[in-house]
T-cell receptor, first 115, second 112 residues
Framework: GESVGLHLPTLSVQEGDNSIINCAYS??????FIWYKQESGKGPQFIID?????DKRQGQRVTVLLNKTVKHLSLQIAATQPGDSAVYFC??????????????FGGGTRLMVKP | DSGVTQTPKHLITATGQRVTLRCSPR?????VYWYQQSLDQGLQFLIQ???????AKGNILERFSAQQFPDLHSELNLSSLELGDSALYFC???????????FGSGTRLTVV
């Protein structure tokens, strides 16, 4: 079936370096993508989203890139800080469903920031 | 505070018992979603309600059921509990399709 998945289960980076977390999706009908951050024992927290009519979107220290040709999504975190240590999930949705379509989540990537 | 309220935060119960988890969505959100997250696992979709009606079902066991009330709060009922049901249960809400969810802080269920 169609799904959203992640390339790397664990990513370890040095504090101050940039982090890149990747995600592949297979549903060509998906037109809305989101990255969530989940810290231990807490609920997922929205980081940034992007619609399929965009290739790139920037937030504070984060950038999401969307490559529809190869169905690939990435999250870039600049100047990674210890507080960025968490599990990151990508998720996809179809905006055409007015009632609210369920998000399909990837398996998650654990980001570990070394001081 | 995300605006999505889940109670209780922690629940410890014995096998065979029945529990009810409660969720109040963010103000203005009509859709409520329930997800299960086992240890070091991803988020598994259970069920979605939209404005009081069941909208979508995922991998929800027959022992589990849910409903959304006229005031839009939702309850997830888990019965005949087994050890494997121990997990974090998250509720999320959204306005409609094309928007991200807002998650609650979850209910940690421990079945002993």
């Amino acid at each position: 079936g169609e799904s959203v998945g992640l390339h790397l289960p664990t990513l370890s980076v040095q504090e101050g370096d940039n982090s890149i977390i990747n995600c592949a999706y297979s549903n060509s009908a998906s037109d809305y993508f989101i990255w969530y951050k989940q810290e231990s024992g807490k609920g997922p927290q929205f980081i940034i989203d992007i619609r399929s009519n965009m290739d790139k979107r920037q937030g504070q220290r984060v950038t999401v890139l969307l490559n529809k040709t190869v169905k690939h999504l990435s999250l870039q975190i600049a100047a990674t800080q210890p507080g960025d240590s968490a599990v990151y999930f990508c998720a996809e949705n179809r905006a055409s469903d007015n009632a609210g379509n369920m998000l399909t989540f990837g398996g998650g990537t654990r980001l570990m920031v070394k001081p | 505070d995300s605006g999505v309220t889940q109670t209780p935060k922690h629940l410890i119960t014995a096998t065979g018992q029945r529990v009810t988890l409660r969720c109040s969505p963010r103000s203005g959100d009509l859709s409520v979603y329930w997800y299960q997250q086992s240890l070091d696992q991803g988020l598994q979709f259970l069920i979605q309600y939209y404005n009081g009606e069941e909208r979508a079902k995922g991998n929800i066991l027959e022992r589990f059921s849910a409903q959304q009330f006229p005031d839009l709060h939702s309850e997830l009922n888990l019965s005949s509990l087994e050890l494997g049901d121990s997990a974090l249960y998250f509720c999320a809400s959204s306005v409609a399709g094309g928007f991200g969810y807002t998650f609650g802080s979850g209910t940690r269920l421990t079945v002993v």
